[in-house]
């Protein structure tokens, strides 16, 4: 059965950090690519951050570069995203997801398996 669970979220005042995880079973983590969405109320779900097979290779939403880092851990099948600077209009429900193939990593609707997300809100 997959299953892709997040947890880290909460709350926190602006300025603040938070470090969010993915804790995946039931595929072979290795083989997808991972990113994290977000959507705030009343608003579409956004890419935030992707990583490639190895962890070599990042990609970020523009409202997020330079405050957020993806990461992974093929061996303990984990994926995080470490978030610094936090700002109001970062808050949101945060997504974990997987991606095989070769498709556009920061295109949700390419996306196989999506975690039901953890809430983070950021207080000004």
């Known amino acids: 059965q997959v299953q892709l669970v997040e947890s880290g979220g909460g709350l926190v005042q602006a300025g603040g950090s938070l470090r969010l995880s993915c804790a995946v079973s039931?595929?072979?983590?290795?083989?997808?690519?991972m990113g994290w969405f977000r959507q705030a109320k009343g608003k579409e779900r956004e890419f935030v951050a992707g990583?490639?097979?190895?962890?070599?290779?990042?990609y970020y939403g523009r409202s997020v570069k330079g405050r957020f880092s993806i990461s992974r851990d093929n061996a303990k099948n984990l994926v995080a995203l470490q978030m610094n600077s936090l700002k109001p209009e970062d808050t949101a429900i945060y997504y974990c997801?997987?991606?095989?193939?070769?498709?556009?990593?920061?295109?949700?609707?390419?996306?196989?398996?999506w975690g039901r997300g953890t809430q983070v809100t950021v207080s000004s």
């Open positions: 997801a997987a991606l095989s193939g070769y498709s556009n990593i920061k295109t949700m609707s390419e996306y196989d398996y």
């Open positions: 039931g595929f072979t983590f290795a083989n997808y690519r």
């Open positions: 990583v490639n097979w190895y962890g070599t290779y990042t």
